[in-house]
């Protein structure tokens, strides 16, 4: 069973960073595009990033462009999420997740065959 576990969130003030990662013990990395999502309360999961299996491709949601920037790193099983920037509108639970179609950056949380359980990011303004 593909395990999928994010760290990294926490409180901030609007303008501040914070540096999600997502690990994936065990499982196959590189057959997998990774793709970050996130659902603040009372609202639907939104897109937020995704990233091809090669990490020289990603698709990010217009929200997120020229603030958030994703990588990854096949030997350690690991994707990062540096958020820069942030804004009291980021505040959301954010959820990792592996999509088998390691060329994808989809943007449809329905491409996505694994989760992690999220990780709480909260702005404060």
């Known amino acids: 069973q593909v395990q999928l576990v994010e760290s990294g969130g926490g409180l901030v003030q609007a303008g501040g960073p914070l540096r999600p990662s997502c690990a994936a013990p065990?499982?196959?990395?590189?057959?997998?595009?990774m793709g970050w999502f996130r659902q603040a309360p009372g609202k639907e999961r939104e897109f937020v990033v995704a990233i091809t299996w090669t990490g020289t491709r990603a698709n990010y949601a217009e929200s997120v462009k020229g603030r958030f920037t994703v990588s990854r790193d096949n030997f350690r099983n690991s994707v990062f999420l540096p958020m820069n920037s942030l804004k009291p509108e980021d505040t959301a639970v954010y959820f990792c997740?592996?999509?088998?179609?390691?060329?994808?950056?989809?943007?449809?949380?329905?491409?996505?065959?694994?989760w992690g359980q999220g990780t709480q990011v909260t702005v404060s303004s």
């Open positions: 065990g499982l196959t990395f590189s057959d997998y595009a």
């Open positions: 997740a592996a999509d088998r179609g390691a060329w994808h950056a989809s943007a449809a949380a329905s491409s996505y065959e694994a």
